[in-house]
């Protein structure tokens, strides 16, 4: 029986942990892949306080170090269902199931897809979700980006600095991302912009050789790339919950700035639940209160 289980080991759950044991609480964080979540992605962080300067994979490397040096429990395995029994909870995956008192779902959020033909076929073949991953086998070849919010932009920032050119798509005329972060690619001479166009078709023989863009007028552009790189927005990882867990019409978890769910004891953190600002501050902002109130909690069950 653990005081505290985490489930996701991203900067939201990390800090959860690091929380909980600063209380003194026994915690488990399950993580199904990686730790580090979705920032391990980012190249550069530059909007979290004192951490100027700092990749999203050493950010998250320090955060996973500090929970477990606190003593939080890191166990990499998928929890596939959770059970409420009241007093106790439980988390099942592949291999066990583990009780604790209180939950907190911090599974945040997986890449949207454009749906297109091909489009899993050519991951690894000229398909990325992942710039910092992926960006340097495009080096000195021609690359387009799709989507409007930051990781796009930051995604475009990053490839035009590796690739020979990078083509920012979105279907608007203007940005979702940081009015900053779009000055700073204008003023790259090799990245080329189309608005109000969309991705409709990915060409390709062994490998992705180029891709047809239609703009809202239906004109058709095939442009010859080397490398698509979608960046259009993240789903969140709540599908494992939904039988017992109030979802919105998106999928994340139903809960406000408390961080508390529709069941006591089970609470959620990060990316995953509704919010206005999804960022690496609001994510371990959130860890810190969804720990602080399973404490809360757990101390009103004795
Ligand atoms: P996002 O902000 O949700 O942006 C997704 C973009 O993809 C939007 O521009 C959207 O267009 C477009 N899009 C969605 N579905 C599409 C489709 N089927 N075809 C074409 N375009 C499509 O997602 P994100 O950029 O991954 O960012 C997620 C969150 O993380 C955001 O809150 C973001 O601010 C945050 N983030 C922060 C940082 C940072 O602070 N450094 C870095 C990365 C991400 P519309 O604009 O038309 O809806």
Same mark, same amino acid.
């Given at each position: 029986?653990?005081?505290?289980?985490?489930? #996701?080991? $991203?900067?939201?759950?990390?800090?959860?942990?690091?929380? /909980?044991?600063?209380?003194? +609480?026994? !915690?488990? @964080?399950?993580?199904?892949?990686a730790?580090?979540?979705?920032?391990?992605?980012?190249?550069?962080?530059?909007?979290y306080?004192?951490?100027?300067?700092i990749?999203g994979?050493?950010?998250?490397?320090?955060?996973?170090?500090?929970?477990k040096?606190?003593?939080?429990?890191?166990?990499?395995?998928?929890?596939?269902?959770?059970?409420?029994?009241?007093?106790?909870?439980?988390?099942?995956?592949?291999?066990?199931?583990?009780?604790?008192?209180?939950?907190?779902?911090?599974?945040?959020s997986?890449?949207?897809?454009?749906?297109?033909?091909?489009?899993?076929?050519?991951? #690894?073949? $000229?398909?990325?979700?992942?710039?910092?991953?992926?960006? /340097?086998?495009y080096?000195? +070849?021609? !690359?387009? @980006?799709?989507?409007?919010?930051?990781?796009?932009?930051?995604?475009?920032?990053?490839?035009?600095?590796?690739?020979?050119?990078?083509?920012?798509?979105h279907?608007?005329?203007?940005?979702?991302?940081?009015?900053?972060?779009?000055?700073?690619l204008?003023?790259?001479?090799?990245?080329?912009?189309?608005?109000?166009?969309?991705?409709?078709?990915?060409?390709?023989?062994?490998?992705?050789?180029?891709?047809?863009?239609?703009?809202?007028?239906?004109?058709?552009?095939?442009?010859?790339?080397?490398?698509?790189?979608?960046?259009?927005?993240?789903?969140?990882?709540?599908?494992?919950?939904?039988?017992?867990?109030?979802?919105?019409?998106?999928?994340?978890?139903?809960?406000?700035?408390?961080?508390?769910?529709?069941?006591?004891?089970?609470?959620?953190?990060?990316?995953?639940?509704?919010?206005e600002?999804?960022?690496?501050?609001?994510?371990?902002?959130?860890?810190?209160?969804?720990?602080?109130?399973?404490?809360?909690?757990?101390?009103?069950?004795?």
């Amino acid at each position: 029986m653990f005081d505290i289980i985490i489930i #996701g080991a $991203g900067p939201a759950g990390l800090t959860a942990a690091i929380y /909980a044991r600063r209380a003194a +609480k026994s !915690v488990l @964080v399950l993580e199904a892949t990686a730790y580090g979540g979705q920032i391990i992605n980012t190249p550069d962080i530059e909007n979290y306080p004192v951490a100027a300067h700092i990749s999203g994979f050493d950010f998250a490397t320090k955060v996973y170090e500090q929970a477990k040096a606190l003593g939080a429990e890191i166990v990499f395995e998928k929890a596939v269902e959770i059970e409420d029994h009241g007093t106790e909870k439980a988390v099942i995956t592949a291999k066990n199931r583990y009780i604790g008192k209180a939950l907190i779902l911090a599974t945040g959020s997986e890449n949207r897809k454009l749906g297109l033909e091909k489009e899993d076929s050519l991951v #690894g073949r $000229g398909v990325s979700y992942c710039a910092t991953c992926d960006g /340097a086998f495009y080096r000195g +070849k021609k !690359v387009a @980006v799709v989507g409007g919010g930051n990781t796009a932009l930051e995604d475009a920032l990053y490839l035009a600095d590796l690739a020979e050119s990078v083509t920012l798509i979105h279907r608007r005329d203007s940005f979702r991302g940081e009015e900053g972060t779009v000055a700073r690619l204008k003023e790259k001479p090799n990245i080329h912009f189309m608005y109000n166009s969309n991705v409709t078709k990915l060409l390709a023989e062994k490998r992705l050789t180029a891709i047809e863009v239609t703009d809202r007028n239906g004109a058709v552009t095939e442009l010859a790339v080397d490398g698509l790189f979608i960046a259009v927005g993240r789903i969140p990882e709540n599908q494992n919950f939904a039988a017992l867990i109030r979802l919105d019409e998106a999928g994340y978890i139903q809960a406000g700035e408390n961080c508390h769910t529709n069941l006591p004891g089970i609470f959620t953190a990060g990316d995953n639940r509704t919010k206005e600002v999804r960022q690496l501050v609001t994510a371990t902002a959130d860890g810190a209160v969804a720990a602080t109130e399973a404490v809360k909690y757990i101390a009103a069950l004795s």
